[in-house]
């Protein structure tokens, strides 16, 4: 694989990953002008702005190639959604954005990481081998 210098003195990089950077601050952007102007939409026209939301989430949404993905995550989307229409102020949307953020995360995140350091445990256990033993 040929290999591009960026700067003198520091490791080489393939050329594929200087495009994939080049291609992620090019996303980095388009993210930022969509969401300026998602921002600013939603200060001037709060129904233009939920058509946009909607006509994006649309468009994520058929981009997901596995039919029973796509089908979750609409009906998550739609369950979020009813969640905020009735939760009648813009303090209890915030509130329920946290409360669905942490007991996703406490059901789903948490005991992952848990099994992950578990394991990792075991591991260095049965290396005899650990940090703190280096101090």
């Not at 960026?6 to 080489?12: A, D, E, L, N, S």
């Not at 102007?37 to 129904?47: G, I, T, Y």
Request: proline letters at 2%; aromatic letters at 10%; charged letters at 35%.
């Amino acid at each position: 694989m040929k290999n591009v210098h960026r700067f003198p003195g520091t490791r080489r990089l393939p050329v594929s990953r200087l495009l994939w950077e080049e291609e992620k601050e090019q996303r980095r952007e388009e993210s930022e002008k969509r969401h300026a102007r998602m921002a600013a939409l939603f200060v001037e026209d709060r129904l233009a702005f939920e058509r946009e939301r909607k006509r994006l989430l649309d468009e994520f949404f058929s981009s997901v190639e596995d039919d029973d993905m796509r089908r979750r995550l609409r009906a998550l989307q739609s369950s979020y959604d009813d969640k905020m229409k009735h939760a009648g102020s813009a303090h209890n949307r915030f509130v329920l954005a946290q409360t669905f953020f942490w007991d996703n995360f406490h059901k789903n995140w948490q005991p992952g990481i848990q099994k992950i350091n578990s394991l990792l445990q075991n591991l260095v256990g049965k290396n005899g081998t650990s940090n703190d033993a280096d101090s």
